[in-house]
């Protein structure tokens, strides 16, 4: 049996220094929290961690749940997201029940992620899902695996920030051609609170009937383990070995989805690397200094920046910082050194992810997750274009492996 070389980092980068990275983070919040808006700013940090530790311990990854299934059958992944989406579809309507009690259509909740409905969009979710498959991970996946040492993500986030300067050059023909007429469906608006929450679980719930084929009767053939109540040691143990249980991941994101927005905007991870694109593509004159309507939107829409201490940047900092501390703590912090396929397959992967989050005004957490709790049909759309997207971007890479080695493919 082959041996798994360990990288000699993994050895000293020990958990105690998962606890010196937790007392920094703490300690500049007392600084963060003197600024503008601080309390917001230190409430979009802490919770950008605690999202960073539960994607990186529950290995919350979009394309690596869906090859679970598409390859193997293993449904656990993507009802962990099922899950996350019926619990922050409740947790939106509540908050956004009290917010706006009479939804009607033409009236929007501000800052939700609710996008236009059109080809476009379309476009935006078959692309993004092509870059998962070449990259190997949704954009907010890359983030969480920077901070375990991947060789691939640097290159997929430099990546997707040329996605992005290419979706901006691209934007102005497509906003006159089909996105400046397409309509902006908020389900609420046209079914009401109750009536948007049912007919969503209920496409929830009949999905996750659809992925539980076959997974009760392999459970009762594997027959059940003895259960004990473990001690807090073990526990604790528990918590810093493997990963945790898909429901808990699942649960996690859909909770801090619902919660976040009581206090900030909704969860995006494009916005602040858009935003970085774009301004410095301006500075340079690469892309038009007018993108006609993007402003407008409220999803993970770009904007120049003024300052870059942005509660979405912070949110972004927290979450690889969450998530360091905890491959750190795990002992799941292996870099190395990255090859050129390392770089071929972040860089054309990521521009696949950029161009998709920029056109389709976010991506896997900002347009599919936080839309969908909202209510977006956009959400919906985005989530079925990208899903087909990786079936068939890995039914090519399964042929492609297949025709290979007979007529010398790599």
Known sequence: MATTHQHPLRHYLSPAAAVA???ALALSTRWIETQAGGRTLVFALVTGAVLGLVLQRSRFCFYCHARDWFE???????????LALAVGLVGYTVVLGGWLPVPQPGKLPPD????????????????FGAGMVVSGSCISAHWYRLAEGSAVSPFALLGSALG????????????????????VVWLPAHLGYGGALLVQLAVLAAVAAWLWRGFAREAIKEGAPATRVPGLGAVWRRLWAGRWSYWVG??????????????????GVTATLGSAARQWAQGWGWIPERLDGLDGFAGCATAPQSTWLTPNALLLAGLVAGAFIAALASRQFAPRWPTWRDAVRGLSGGVLLGWGA???LGCTIGTLLSGGMAGALSGWVFAAALFFAVWAGLRAKAALSTVGPSQGIG
């Open 21 to 23: 990275l937790l007392a």
């Open 358 to 360: 920029m056109t389709g």
């Open 164 to 183: 992005f300067i290419l979706g901006f050059k691209t934007w102005n023909g497509l906003y006159s051609q089909s996105v400046a007429d397409a309509p």
């Open 250 to 267: 699942g649960l996690a994101v859909g909770l801090i989805g619902a919660l976040a927005i009581v206090r900030m905007r909704p969860l």
């Open 112 to 127: 939700m992620h609710i996008g236009p409905v059109s080809w476009v969009l379309v476009a935006a979710g078959l692309s």
């Open 72 to 82: 193997g059958g293993n449904p656990r992944g993507l009802l962990a997201i099922v």
